[in-house]
């Protein structure tokens, strides 16, 4: 049973737009969220991170957005650099043992 | 250098034969944990250690052991690896809580035959 969901395997961007990777949820006691990059032969790192009780979490070119009630947040890259291409990792936590993570969305932005 | 590391990164074995993949911090972190990571199922955790001799089950822990005897070391243990344990683990550690930032080694790449 996937708790968190990343429905697009992939997505393809052009240098300099903007990059909108979405995560769902099902479980509503989920009150931590953060999304993970991951590079080929290198292990995930962590990027940005939001609260329940925020929407909103900004970090240089990284946004985050939760919205609560559909059960739905996403990652704003604006704008998209080729530096950005890697596996986008959304992960959810309820309470403070345990995480749950996406399948990964492979993010290519074309020079 | 703040670091996880593991080793070995890439390891081919058969089924039946005991192996042991290491993972060290040296970050003075409480928290560790193992992830197996699949296609299309992302990244799992299979146990986790909340301190020094401190271990509990993640989602997937059938098949595996762990240990922590040292705040720094977190082996993983496969007693009788069965080729569906084929996958890339990685290991993690974060300061106290799994919800504070986790850093991750960069990853064993196992196949059993």
């Not at chain 1, 704003?76 to 749950?100: L, T």
Request: charged share 20%.
């Amino acid at each position: 049973d996937q708790q968190v969901k990343q429905n697009s395997p992939s997505l393809s961007v052009q240098e300099g737009r903007i990059s909108i990777l979405n995560c769902d949820y099902t479980n509503s006691m989920f009150d931590y969220f953060l999304w993970y990059k991951k590079y080929p032969a290198e292990g995930p790192t962590f990027l940005i991170s939001i609260s329940s009780i925020k929407d909103k979490n900004e970090d240089g070119r990284f946004t985050v957005f939760l919205n609560k009630s559909a059960k739905h947040l996403s990652l704003h890259i604006v704008p998209s650099q080729p530096g950005d291409s890697a596996v986008y990792f959304c992960a959810a936590s309820e309470g403070n043992n345990d995480m749950r993570f996406g399948a990964g969305t492979r993010l290519t932005v074309k020079p | 250098e703040a670091q996880v590391t593991q080793n070995p990164r890439y390891l081919i074995t058969v089924t039946g034969k005991k192996l042991t993949v290491t993972c060290s911090q040296n970050m003075n972190h409480e928290y560790m944990s193992w992830y197996r990571q699949d296609p299309g199922l992302g990244l799992r955790q299979i146990y986790y250690s909340m301190n020094v001799e401190v271990t509990d089950k993640g989602d997937v822990p059938e098949g595996y052991k762990v240990s922590r005897k040292e705040k720094r070391n977190f082996p993983l243990i496969l007693e009788s690896p069965s080729p569906n344990q084929t996958s890339l683990y990685f290991c993690a550690s974060s300061p106290r809580l799994i919800r504070e930032t986790q850093y991750f080694g960069p990853g064993t790449r196992l196949l059993v035959l």
